[in-house]
């Protein structure tokens, strides 16, 4: 499922291969946070696409301003991918919301729904269990930003390790 996705992923990340090793860690856990949910399928389409393309605007970021920072991601994500989804023919109203996600994903004020939830949700924890963020500021964030079940109780089975 979503090979022709991947391929995308795979070309836009080919100098970095553990963006693309990131990106199947954060679909692996939205998924799995989504089916645990029970998530109408609709939704977990956009949980789904919103994974894998949630940091796709991080080479144009770092190549225009140096940097790989959230805000930039926001600004190039979005472009990206439109073109990927629009190239694979998704349907407009699902396309929208993922390209909303993707130009959100690090603005946690900006959660609207459960779908974005739980791409946020997957991605700090993937990002805590990568050491991209610490354990402090991880428990912070499961306090302030975590509201789904799966996604607490994961967060703390990871502290608590």
């Given at each position: 499922?979503?090979?022709?996705?991947?391929?995308?992923?795979?070309?836009?990340?080919?100098?970095?291969?553990?963006?693309?090793?990131?990106?199947?860690?954060?679909?692996?856990?939205?998924?799995?946070?989504?089916?645990?949910?029970?998530?109408?399928?609709?939704?977990?389409?956009?949980?789904?696409?919103?994974?894998?393309?949630?940091?796709?605007?991080?080479?144009?970021?770092?190549?225009?301003?140096?940097?790989?920072?959230?805000?930039?991601?926001?600004?190039?994500?979005?472009?990206?991918?439109?073109?990927?989804?629009?190239?694979?023919?998704?349907?407009?109203?699902?396309?929208?919301r993922?390209?909303?996600?993707?130009?959100?994903?690090?603005?946690?004020?900006?959660?609207?729904?459960?779908?974005?939830?739980?791409?946020?949700?997957a991605?700090?924890?993937?990002?805590?269990?990568?050491?991209?963020?610490?354990?402090?500021?991880?428990?912070?964030?499961?306090?302030?930003?975590?509201?789904?079940?799966?996604?607490?109780?994961?967060?703390?089975?990871?502290?608590d390790?």
């Amino acid at each position: 499922m979503y090979e022709a996705y991947w391929k995308r992923v795979g070309e836009i990340f080919a100098e970095d291969p553990g963006m693309v090793a990131h990106t199947e860690r954060v679909l692996a856990l939205a998924r799995h946070i989504a089916r645990e949910m029970a998530i109408p399928e609709r939704e977990q389409r956009i949980v789904e696409l919103s994974a894998l393309l949630h940091d796709v605007g991080i080479v144009a970021a770092q190549r225009k301003y140096g940097s790989r920072e959230g805000k930039y991601q926001h600004l190039e994500g979005p472009p990206v991918a439109r073109k990927i989804l629009e190239g694979m023919g998704e349907e407009r109203e699902i396309a929208e919301r993922v390209l909303f996600i993707v130009g959100h994903h690090h603005d946690f004020s900006a959660i609207d729904g459960m779908d974005f939830q739980i791409l946020v949700e997957a991605d700090l924890l993937v990002n805590a269990k990568e050491g991209t963020v610490s354990r402090e500021d991880f428990a912070v964030l499961v306090d302030r930003v975590f509201i789904t079940p799966v996604g607490k109780r994961l967060a703390r089975e990871f502290l608590d390790a």
